[in-house]
């Protein structure tokens, strides 16, 4: 599975962005997407994920009420819709594939199998 992402920019704290990550290479039906961001000096963290089949989603704490995973069949590609951003929401944001279901936290780094090459977001005050 290749994944591309793409969407990433500046914009103004409160803004909004979206990103996008599509897949190639795979049917993603037995997969599930999540989103991560790494800041500079931090961990790469988990965002929010969606499975692909049910399309459930799930959310950091930091972002929930104000991200939104989403997917579309037809086009391959998972979203990450980013309203009211914050300052602390800079980072370069990556997308990741796992097999779905697994015996790992969907919050772990270490579980998912497919990366893709990161889209930088920064936010400005």
């Known amino acids: 599975v290749q994944l591309q992402a793409s969407g990433g920019g500046l914009v103004q704290a409160g803004g909004s962005l979206r990103l996008s990550c599509t897949a190639s290479?795979?049917?993603?039906?037995?997969?599930?997407m999540g989103w991560f961001r790494e800041a500079p000096g931090k961990d790469r963290e988990f965002v929010g994920g969606i499975n692909w089949s049910s399309g459930n989603t799930y959310y950091a704490d930091s972002v929930k009420g104000r991200f939104t995973v989403s997917r579309d069949n037809a086009k391959n590609t998972v979203y990450l819709q980013m309203n009211s951003l914050k300052l602390d929401d800079t980072a370069v944001y990556y997308c990741?594939?796992?097999?779905?279901?697994?015996?790992?936290?969907?919050?772990?780094?270490?579980?998912?199998?497919?990366w893709g090459q990161g889209t930088q977001v920064t936010v400005s005050s």
């Open positions: 990741a594939a796992r097999t779905s279901p697994r015996l790992v936290l969907v919050t772990i780094r270490g579980g998912y199998d497919y």
């Open positions: 290479g795979r049917a993603l039906s037995n997969f599930y």
